[in-house]
T-cell receptor, first 116, second 115 residues
Framework: AQKITQTQPGMFVQEKEAVTLDCTYD???????LFWYKQPSSGEMIFLIY??????QNATEGRYSLNFQKARKSANLVISASQLGDSAMYFC?????????????FGTGTRLKVLA | GAGVSQSPSNKVTEKGKDVELRCDPISGHTALYWYRQSLGQGLEFLIY????????KSGLPSDRFSAERTGGSVSTLTIQRTQQEDSAVYLC?????????????FGPGTRLTVL
């Protein structure tokens, strides 16, 4: 069965420093996608970055990068040069490609607080 | 262009009453998803629409929950005989075609409180 685990309920980081948010996953599907979303206090979910299981290189989008370690089944989000506006909840999610389901599975999230 | 919109933004109801939650996806998006987010939790998948049909409704928690989509656009999530455990934020998302790598765009959500 699909499962996403985020073990850090809360994290602090100093402004301008880098931070890594952990995500491990489990699936029996050989092909899948991994996603990270940001949810500010206003509540909207904002897509950040995507990694396909078949991608050879780690995904990057501006200050966001995904540290994908397939053998370890981990997909950690790295935010470089943190900004105060990065304070939010961050969710890791996955979707299997061949299981016949269209379901996205989300983790319980990590609340990030950036300190000035 | 306009994003995903949901109405109402807040809904307070009494236990046992029926409620309808509405989602307007981005124009041209054929895929539509409903999720539920309970306090302090991640998102729980409820149902997926492709056009007007729902090939995956595996996340609906009970037969009190139903959803429909008309004209390949607006979707309504209906909860009958609401219970206190139904209190949550209900989020709608749409994507261009429902492909696994399609970006989902989320609405602002409807906060449902069942007294």
């Amino acid at each position: 069965a699909q499962k996403i685990t985020q073990t850090q309920p809360g994290m602090f980081v100093q402004e301008k420093e880098a931070v890594t948010l952990d995500c491990t996953y489990d699936t029996s599907d050989p092909s899948y996608g991994l996603f990270w979303y940001k949810q500010p206090s206003s509540g909207e979910m904002i897509f950040l970055i995507y990694q396909g299981s078949y991608d050879q290189q780690n995904a990057t989008e501006g200050r966001y990068s995904l540290n994908f370690q397939k053998a370890r089944k981990s997909a950690n989000l790295v935010i470089s040069a943190s900004q105060l506006g990065d304070s939010a909840m961050y969710f890791c999610a996955m979707r299997d490609f061949f299981s016949g389901t269209y379901k996205y599975i989300f983790g319980t999230g990590t609340r990030l607080k950036v300190l000035a | 262009g306009a994003g995903v919109s949901q109405s109402p933004s807040n809904k307070v109801t009494e236990k046992g009453k029926d409620v309808e939650l509405r989602c307007d996806p981005i124009s041209g998006h054929t895929a539509l998803y409903w999720y539920r987010q309970s306090l302090g939790q991640g998102l729980e998948f409820l149902i997926y629409f492709q056009g007007n049909s729902a090939p995956d409704k595996s996340g609906l928690p009970s037969d009190r929950f139903s959803a429909e989509r008309t004209g390949g656009s607006v979707s309504t999530l209906t909860i009958q005989r609401t219970q206190q455990e139904d209190s949550a934020v209900y989020l709608c998302a749409s994507s261009l075609a429902g492909g696994a790598v399609d970006t989902q765009y989320f609405g602002p959500g409807t906060r449902l409180t069942v007294l």
